[in-house]
């Protein structure tokens, strides 16, 4: 049996090895193979076994001389880029002479091995080249792969082919596992990136700007995301993200605070200097690692505060010098101007930032979250004892007023963009409805921007909060065709005539802010037009009782003075004072207040306007700039102006108390209103979550105090719509 042995092993050494592949010798061979194992007829028997065994033992005995008398061989005294060269030829060779064996101890495969459960041909070659080559050459192969990448890293080119020869043999030598693969090729090379790119980075971070890092660092993470994708193998998926991530870690994670807080670039600088392509650089950079927005975020949010700030500051100091300018007395124009310049200062910080979030940010939900937040803080700071919400409420009867200059639906959005920041949102509403009231009144041709700017604060409130609005507006158009009505009436009826132009505007009272009513004695002039009117009306409808306003009404009279005939345009209740000088030329307050039937508020207020302001068309008697009740007037014969129409307003009564004390109440309802919703709901809830709960639904309208709510709980209670719990006294249970 030796003696076959050593002629089948030389045979086999002459066709695999030594000799190139012949097909007729591999059968010849396959079937000595064949022979030795199945000598005899029973193949169970103890000498098949062995047959089989001495065969199987052969294969292995040749590849382990094959590689000791010539693969080893070839290997020695190589380092570096040509023992990798070498080690991958050889590794080729190898699997060629490992297939040339196999075809000849294919019986083997077939009955031999899957009978006795042990290692296949394949797996004994790769075994045996594990044992003999990997294991004594690895602590050279692994720092040479790792090398040539590391020259590539520092921009020499190098046979990209041969590294992945290389690693698909680290793949081939776990035989389906990645174990070798991830602990002598993978792993090597991701702490190799990991300790060039941390010699980078702090050499980066000492000599670069903040944008010139940026760009080293995109520059970087590009050309390793390519290079993991060329050395990944594709069986681990996983080797470009880990590449990668590693790299991330080390010129972003360990450096951003760093950097972003850079003396002269860094986030706070290029925020300030309007970098836009660095801010959306290092939004990419910085959004691929785990919470790495977080710190910037942080930081617009603080440059957004404090640019918002400083507007207000600025605001707060011009208020401040118009006082010493005025003694202590700022006009109300003065007043309205820096409230409009304030606000409109606010929009432009607020069409910046939200360039940066949408254009540098990419729209991310965070930065419209710490906008929101930053403009809070600032938006809703009172400056002077003006409300936030009043300032916002005269920044749009400033634009609206502009009858069309300029007005686009992008400056209404601007408007409703910031508003979206104010939390005394009811305030604004009641501010601006009353200033609404006076536009639709009195500046004509404006309804289409009214109408604009309520869709768009409906779209973001809703439409309770817009309703009275709309309600006004439609009143409005339904107004103008009842005018029209009352023209036709007049031309049909020629008693009807009242002698003079006459408009009316009907309202009905639930949209419109509430005005003060008086007892006016109208004039005959007046009086009469005032019944024509009512006759129309009542001829349309019974069941609707009119209400005079004579505060909103405005008349052109003929002044009929030496110099010149001049038309004037005044208040109902200063053409009623005017029109008594007809009859009389000099009057006493006390007769003018006795034939008027106004209060003495209005009538020094009519005859401030008249004699004491601009336009003295009145002498006053004694000469001073207050009404007092022993005072004469006489009408001024001798007064003139370079306009032959001339407005004369008539002093505005500062509401905004009013307006802020409506708004307190109408709160107290809501709260009211939300805490029974909310118990309704529940039933029965703790005090903690119940004070919470409201706050949140109160929050799209108004920012709750909670000492109100906490008053109002107590109310409400009080009023038997709530009870405490009998056991816990922080409970509350809705009574039914």
Excluded at 170 to 199: C, H, I, N, T, W
Excluded at 263 to 282: H, I, P, T
Excluded at 311 to 336: F, I, P, R, T, Y
Excluded at 672 to 694: F, N, T, Y
Aim: glycine share 4%; hydrophobic share 35%.
């Amino acid at each position: 049996m030796e003696e076959v042995v050593t002629t089948m092993t030389e045979a086999f050494k002459e066709l695999c090895i030594e000799g190139p592949f012949n097909i007729e010798k591999s059968m010849s061979l396959y079937n000595e193979v064949y022979s030795f194992c199945v000598n005899d007829s029973n193949r169970c028997s103890i000498m098949y076994s062995k047959r089989c065994s001495i065969m199987y033992s052969m294969y292995g005995d040749l590849l382990k001389e094959y590689i000791h008398g010539t693969l080893l061989q070839s290997l020695r005294l190589k380092l570096g880029e040509f023992f990798l060269k070498e080690l991958a030829t050889r590794w080729e060779h190898y699997k060629d002479v490992t297939r040339r064996l196999s075809s000849c101890f294919r019986y083997l495969e077939r009955y031999y091995i899957p009978q006795n459960s042990i290692p296949t041909l394949s797996d004994v070659g790769i075994d045996c080249f594990n044992d003999m080559v990997y294991e004594q050459m690895r602590a050279i192969a692994s720092p040479a792969v790792i090398s040539l990448i590391g020259k590539e890293r520092d921009g020499m080119k190098i046979d990209r082919d041969l590294v992945n020869g290389v690693r698909d043999i680290f793949v081939e030598l776990g035989k389906g596992s990645m174990d070798l693969y991830e602990k002598d090729f993978e792993q090597p090379m991701l702490d190799d990136a990991r300790d060039y790119y941390s010699r980078k980075a702090s050499m980066w971070i000492s000599e670069c700007s903040c944008p010139e890092f940026m760009v080293k660092v995109e520059e970087s993470l590009i050309r390793e995301e390519e290079r993991g994708r060329c050395y990944m193998h594709p069986i681990c998926s996983t080797t470009e993200k880990k590449l990668v991530s590693r790299v991330e870690n080390e010129l972003l994670v360990v450096h951003e605070t760093e950097l972003l807080v850079k003396e002269g670039s860094g986030l706070k600088s290029l925020l300030r200097d309007n970098k836009v392509d660095d801010l959306a650089r290092m939004y990419r950079l910085f959004s691929r690692v785990r919470d790495g927005l977080k710190p910037i975020s942080i930081v617009f949010k603080e440059h957004v505060i404090c640019e918002g700030m400083a507007l207000v500051k600025q605001a707060a100091g011009d208020e401040a010098s118009k006082k010493m300018e005025n003694k202590d007395h700022v006009a109300e124009g003065l007043l309205q101007e820096a409230q409009v310049l304030l606000i409109g200062r606010f929009i432009e910080l607020h069409d910046k930032c939200l360039v940066y979030v949408r254009d540098c940010f990419q729209n991310d939900t965070l930065f419209f979250r710490v906008l929101k937040k930053g403009f809070e803080v600032f938006c809703n700071k009172s400056i002077a004892g003006t409300s936030p919400a009043e300032s916002l409420a005269v920044y749009c009867d400033f634009i609206l007023k502009k009858r069309g200059h300029g007005l686009t639906d992008d400056t209404f959005e601007h408007v409703v963009k910031l508003f979206a920041h104010f939390n005394e949102k009811d305030l604004f509403a009641e501010f601006h409805r009353k200033k609404l009231a006076r536009r639709l009144l009195f500046d004509k041709d404006s309804d289409e921007h009214e109408k604009c700017l309520i869709a768009k604060l409906k779209q973001q409130c809703g439409g309770p909060f817009t309703s009275k609005m709309e309600g006004m507006v439609k009143d409005l158009t339904i107004s103008r065709d009842m005018q029209k009505s009352f023209e036709e009436f007049i031309q049909s009826n020629s008693e009807a005539n009242p002698g003079i132009d006459l408009t009316v505007t009907v309202l009905t009272t639930g949209p419109w802010p509430s005005y003060k009513t008086c007892n006016l004695n109208l004039p005959p002039e007046m009086l009469r037009c005032v019944q024509v009117f009512k006759e129309f009306y009542q001829s349309r409808t019974k069941r609707r009782r009119l209400s005079w306003v004579y505060s909103l009404g405005t008349c052109n009279i003929i002044g009929h003075f030496e110099p010149k005939t001049m038309e004037l345009l005044v208040n109902t209740f200063q053409a009623a004072a005017l029109l008594l000088f007809n009859s009389s030329n000099r009057m006493s307050y006390s007769e003018i207040k006795d034939q008027l039937g106004l209060t003495d508020e209005d009538v020094n207020r009519v005859l401030h306007s008249l004699s004491c302001a601009k336009y003295k068309i009145l002498n006053k008697e004694p000469d001073s700039k207050n009404i007092s009740e022993t005072d004469y007037f006489s009408f001024n014969s001798k007064f003139t102006d370079r306009m032959r129409r001339i407005k004369v307003p008539l002093p505005q009564v500062d509401e905004r108390k009013k307006v802020v004390e409506g708004v307190a109440k109408d709160r107290r309802f809501a709260v009211d209103a939300a805490i029974v919703r909310i118990m309704k709901h529940h039933k029965v809830l703790g005090h903690q979550q119940l004070m919470s709960e409201c706050a949140e639904y109160l929050g799209r309208t108004f920012k709750p105090d909670f000492k109100l709510i906490k008053k109002r709980i107590e109310d409400l209670m009080g009023r038997e719509y709530l009870e405490r719990d009998a056991n816990e006294h922080n409970v509350y249970r809705y009574i039914a």
